[in-house]
C-alpha cells in the first residue's frame, strides 16, 4: 500500500469519525397558515390546524402536536377554567398550529430539502430544521473561600481599572475602551432603595450557574429534565450579571436581591410547563448558543 493510499484512508476514517462526533437528531418543524385564499369565493377562510395537519399527512408525513394542549385529565393541577384560559392564550399565539415531523429525514441535507418541499405547500406558513442548542462554557474551577483571597469590588469602577469593571451599571456616557455607556443601574440602586428584593429571575440555559459560589445565590426553583443538571462557566457569568449579590467583592448584579432560579433549556415543551411555575411579574431570561448548519447546494 502506498503513501497516498494510507493517507487517504486515514483521512476518510477521520473524516467519518468527525461526522459522527457532529451527528445529532434532526427534528423538522412545520407552521401550518392561519387562513388560506378561497380562489371560489375570492375570500380569505380558516384553517383548522389539526385538519392541515391530516392533509399534510396524506403525502406520506408524519405530524404531531408540538406544544401539547392542557387536558385537567392529565393534569390534577389544572382546572377545566385553567384550561379553557390557556387553550385559548396558546391559540392567539398561534402555537396549536406548530408540527414535529415524527419521523424525520436521516440527514440534515434531506432534512433541509424537506423543508424546502414543505414551503411550497398552500397550507404552510414556514418550515424549519430545528436549529441544535450548544453549550459554550466550560465547568468553572472550584470557588475559594471570599476569606482565603482579596476580591476586588468589580462594581466600583472609581478603584477598579475601567477595563476590568461593571462599567454597564454606570450612565449612558462612552468612555475609553467602551464604545458606549451603561444603564445607569447604580443611580437606580440609589433613587428607588431597591436591588430587586421583590422580584424573582429564572435562568432558561443549557447548564446552570455555580450554585456554591461566594457572589451568587442559591436557586429557589431547579427546573426540567433535573437529572441532567450540570454546572458551567457561561451561565455563571451570565447570573453574575443579573443577580450576583451586594456583599463587597466580586461583581453587583442589576438585581442583586432578585429571587434567582434555574429551568434547564429544553424549547416548547420546557417553557409551557416551566410558565406552571411562574408567578405574574416573574423574569424568565433564555440565553442559548445554536449550532446554525450549512448546507452545500
Known sequence: MNSYFKLGTLSAILLSLSAASYARDIEVIVKVKKTVSDPLTRSEKNVDPQQAARQLQTSGLQLATLFELPDPARDWRMTKTDSLKTVEAMQRHNLDRYFQISKPPATEREAQALVEKLKQNPLVETAYVRPEAVSIGEPPLPEESAATRSVPNYADCDATPISSCQYYLYPDIAKSPYRMGGLNVVEAHKRYANKGELSRIVSVEINHWNYDHPNLPKPFLKHWDTSQ????????????????????????????RAQAGYSKYGAGPQLLDLAKQLKAGDVVQVGIHIHLCQWIA
Open 229 to 256: 443538571h450540570k454546572v458551567d462557566s457561561h451561565d455563571t457569568s451570565s447570573a453574575g450579571v443579573m443577580f450576583s449579590k451586594d456583599n463587597g467583592i466580586g461583581t453587583i448584579g442589576i438585581a442583586a
